[in-house]
Nanobody, 113 residues
Protein backbone atom coordinates (compact mmCIF):
# COMPACT_ATOMS: atom_id res chain seq x y z
CA UNK A 1 0.00 0.00 0.00
CA UNK A 2 1.39 3.36 -1.03
CA UNK A 3 1.33 6.01 1.69
CA UNK A 4 2.47 9.61 1.76
CA UNK A 5 2.95 11.48 5.03
CA UNK A 6 3.69 15.20 5.18
CA UNK A 7 5.33 17.14 7.98
CA UNK A 8 6.79 20.56 8.64
CA UNK A 9 3.73 22.77 8.54
CA UNK A 10 2.97 25.39 11.15
CA UNK A 11 2.49 29.07 11.88
CA UNK A 12 4.93 31.53 10.35
CA UNK A 13 5.04 35.30 9.99
CA UNK A 14 4.84 36.97 6.60
CA UNK A 15 8.25 36.97 5.00
CA UNK A 16 9.27 33.86 6.86
CA UNK A 17 10.25 30.41 5.65
CA UNK A 18 9.18 26.83 6.15
CA UNK A 19 10.34 23.50 4.81
CA UNK A 20 7.79 20.80 4.21
CA UNK A 21 8.75 17.14 3.98
CA UNK A 22 6.89 14.16 2.58
CA UNK A 23 7.94 10.57 3.09
CA UNK A 24 6.63 7.94 0.71
CA UNK A 25 6.27 4.30 1.70
CA UNK A 26 5.18 1.25 -0.25
CA UNK A 27 7.03 1.95 -3.49
CA UNK A 28 10.39 3.36 -4.56
CA UNK A 29 9.85 6.87 -5.87
CA UNK A 30 12.72 7.11 -8.32
CA UNK A 31 10.64 6.57 -11.48
CA UNK A 32 7.75 8.81 -10.47
CA UNK A 33 7.05 12.49 -10.73
CA UNK A 34 6.16 13.96 -7.34
CA UNK A 35 4.17 17.07 -6.60
CA UNK A 36 2.89 19.44 -3.97
CA UNK A 37 -0.56 20.98 -4.09
CA UNK A 38 -2.44 23.25 -1.70
CA UNK A 39 -5.98 24.07 -0.83
CA UNK A 40 -7.06 27.20 0.98
CA UNK A 41 -10.43 27.41 2.75
CA UNK A 42 -13.24 27.83 0.25
CA UNK A 43 -10.95 27.49 -2.75
CA UNK A 44 -10.06 24.75 -5.19
CA UNK A 45 -6.90 22.73 -4.81
CA UNK A 46 -4.04 24.17 -6.87
CA UNK A 47 -0.77 22.67 -8.02
CA UNK A 48 2.19 24.28 -6.30
CA UNK A 49 5.18 22.45 -7.73
CA UNK A 50 6.13 19.25 -9.49
CA UNK A 51 9.46 17.47 -9.81
CA UNK A 52 9.98 14.83 -12.44
CA UNK A 53 12.06 11.68 -12.15
CA UNK A 54 14.94 13.51 -13.88
CA UNK A 55 14.62 16.30 -11.25
CA UNK A 56 13.31 18.85 -13.71
CA UNK A 57 10.79 21.12 -11.99
CA UNK A 58 7.76 23.27 -12.66
CA UNK A 59 6.00 25.76 -10.42
CA UNK A 60 2.66 27.48 -10.15
CA UNK A 61 2.85 31.16 -11.07
CA UNK A 62 2.06 32.42 -7.58
CA UNK A 63 5.00 30.61 -5.97
CA UNK A 64 7.64 30.71 -8.70
CA UNK A 65 10.83 32.26 -7.35
CA UNK A 66 9.80 31.74 -3.72
CA UNK A 67 9.32 27.98 -3.42
CA UNK A 68 11.72 25.17 -4.30
CA UNK A 69 10.78 21.53 -4.69
CA UNK A 70 13.41 18.83 -4.31
CA UNK A 71 13.63 15.09 -3.90
CA UNK A 72 15.84 12.49 -2.27
CA UNK A 73 15.18 9.16 -3.93
CA UNK A 74 17.49 7.32 -1.53
CA UNK A 75 15.28 8.43 1.36
CA UNK A 76 12.03 8.20 -0.60
CA UNK A 77 11.26 11.79 0.25
CA UNK A 78 10.16 15.01 -1.44
CA UNK A 79 10.55 18.47 0.02
CA UNK A 80 9.11 21.93 -0.45
CA UNK A 81 11.24 24.85 0.70
CA UNK A 82 9.04 27.92 1.04
CA UNK A 83 10.51 31.39 1.41
CA UNK A 84 9.13 34.93 1.57
CA UNK A 85 5.81 33.50 2.65
CA UNK A 86 2.69 35.60 2.18
CA UNK A 87 -0.68 35.50 3.91
CA UNK A 88 -2.21 34.11 0.74
CA UNK A 89 0.06 31.05 1.03
CA UNK A 90 -2.06 29.90 3.97
CA UNK A 91 -3.47 26.49 3.03
CA UNK A 92 -3.28 22.77 3.59
CA UNK A 93 -0.33 21.46 1.60
CA UNK A 94 -0.39 17.89 0.31
CA UNK A 95 2.20 15.85 -1.53
CA UNK A 96 1.11 13.47 -4.24
CA UNK A 97 2.18 11.10 -6.96
CA UNK A 98 0.21 12.37 -9.94
CA UNK A 99 0.45 9.22 -12.07
CA UNK A 100 -0.93 7.11 -9.24
CA UNK A 101 -3.43 9.72 -8.00
CA UNK A 102 -2.14 9.03 -4.51
CA UNK A 103 -2.20 11.78 -1.89
CA UNK A 104 -1.07 12.42 1.63
CA UNK A 105 -3.33 13.79 4.35
CA UNK A 106 -1.76 17.21 4.19
CA UNK A 107 -0.09 19.63 6.58
CA UNK A 108 -1.43 23.04 7.55
CA UNK A 109 0.60 26.13 6.76
CA UNK A 110 -0.61 29.39 8.28
CA UNK A 111 1.04 32.69 7.44
CA UNK A 112 0.01 35.35 9.91
CA UNK A 113 1.47 38.05 12.12
Amino acid sequence: QVQLVESGGGLVQPGGSLRLSCVVSGIPIDIWALAWARQAPGKQRDMVAIINSDSSTSYGPSVRGRFTISRDDAKNMVYLQMSNLKREDTAIYSCNIPSLNTWGQGTQVTVSS
